[in-house]
């Protein structure tokens, strides 16, 4: 059950992200290449916001562990999506066979934006580009524009001066509907390390702040099914086989490392971090999906695409955060502010033992 309610808040995010599969995969119908085209700017704030907050509350403190000494903690980051992240203007994009049916209404929500679909596309014949054999509009924004992304951490003073510490939540299930085509599941794993080496300077080594170094890595998927059949384009085909191994997977895999010092004043700690933050998600629609290869005869000829679409989005910034922690007895309270791509609060809750 504890488990079930620490990934809530991120099953939210997910599963509002696969419910908009269905307007996404409306891409299909222009083929692969326009399909990449067009889904990797408009996911690409999830991406980015994701990547960001699983390298936040790995810390809250340069200070270490005795051995043995540990602390548990469970904490949630707000990724904030600027405003210049929520729209796409689709007339910047190169297609091959779609058009915009009015060209002076380029401007699309990506997964951030509003919920509200975006302009009109027409599907064009590919013998003949002067002709269109239909349409479809761009998809709607979830307003996603905080992404939130929640974490439970165990640290562990495992060597003199050095803590490390571990993030794991196995996969876990979710089902919208009731129908297992609709199944999300999601899983998490991360393994980071902080070095005090102040000690190890003799001329800071009796300075009245702590420093330390520090380097994280973490890997989060998730999987939705997915149901696209010829009758998304109207067409009724009795002999056509679904394919039920349609999915959507997304894989987001995060680095951060730099430097964090922090200074206690009395039941409160100041900590500050600067470092490299990075992350590398891959989105891939996997399975086999009809889609309009030729127009004869005023019919629609379909063929099969198999795994359409396989996007990767990439980051890396300096990384900013700064914070404080109200330590009460073995129980603390924190939280900071973080800057990297994106704009981020964290906030959570440890017991600590040390």
Do not use: C
């Not at 401007?107 to 064009?124: N, W």
């Not at 297992?180 to 393994?191: A, M, R």
């Not at 989005?313 to 922690?325: K, Q, T, Y």
């Amino acid at each position: 059950m504890m488990k079930k309610l620490f990934v809530l808040i991120f099953l939210i995010a997910v599963v509002k992200t696969s419910s908009a599969q269905s307007d996404v995969i409306e891409y299909l119908k222009a083929g692969t290449e326009d399909a990449g085209t067009f889904i990797q700017p408009y996911l690409n704030p999830f991406a980015v916001g994701l990547g960001d907050g699983l390298n936040n509350g790995w810390y809250y403190t340069a200070e270490t562990h005795k051995q043995l000494g540990f602390d548990f903690s469970v904490s949630v980051s707000a990724v904030k999506v600027p405003s210049s992240a929520k729209t796409y203007d689709l007339s910047q994009l190169s297609f091959q066979n779609i058009r915009l049916a009015d060209p002076s209404n380029a401007i699309a929500p990506t997964i951030a934006g509003d919920e509200m679909s975006g302009p009109q596309l027409y599907l064009l014949n590919p013998n003949d580009r002067n002709e269109t054999i239909g349409s479809f509009y761009s998809p709607q924004g979830l307003e996603l524009d905080i992404i939130p992304v929640p974490v439970a951490q165990l640290g562990i003073g495992l060597l003199p001066y050095t803590d490390v510490l571990v993030r794991y939540v196995p996969k876990l299930k979710f089902n919208e509907d009731g129908s297992d085509e609709d199944e999300t599941q999601v899983g998490l794993f991360g393994l980071g390390v902080k070095h005090s080496f102040k000690d190890w300077i003799p001329a800071i080594k009796h300075l009245p702040f702590d420093a330390a170094v520090f380097a994280s890595f973490s890997n989060i998927t998730a999987q939705s099914g997915i149901d696209f059949t010829p009758a998304d384009y109207g067409v009724s085909d009795p002999d056509y086989v679904q394919d039920d191994n349609q999915q959507l997977d997304i894989e987001t895999r995060t680095m951060k490392f730099g430097v964090i010092v922090s200074k206690k004043v009395a039941f409160i700690t100041f900590f500050g971090g600067i470092g490299n933050s990075q992350s590398k998600s891959e989105v891939n629609v996997t399975g086999r999906y009809p889609i309009v290869s030729d127009y004869v005869d005023g019919e629609l000829v379909l063929v099969d695409l198999v795994d359409p679409v396989k996007l990767k989005f990439d980051s890396s910034n300096i990384s900013l955060d700064a914070g404080l922690r109200l330590k009460m007895a073995f129980f603390n309270i924190f939280a900071s502010i973080n800057k990297a791509e994106y704009t981020s609060l964290n906030a959570g809750v440890s017991l600590s033992v040390r």
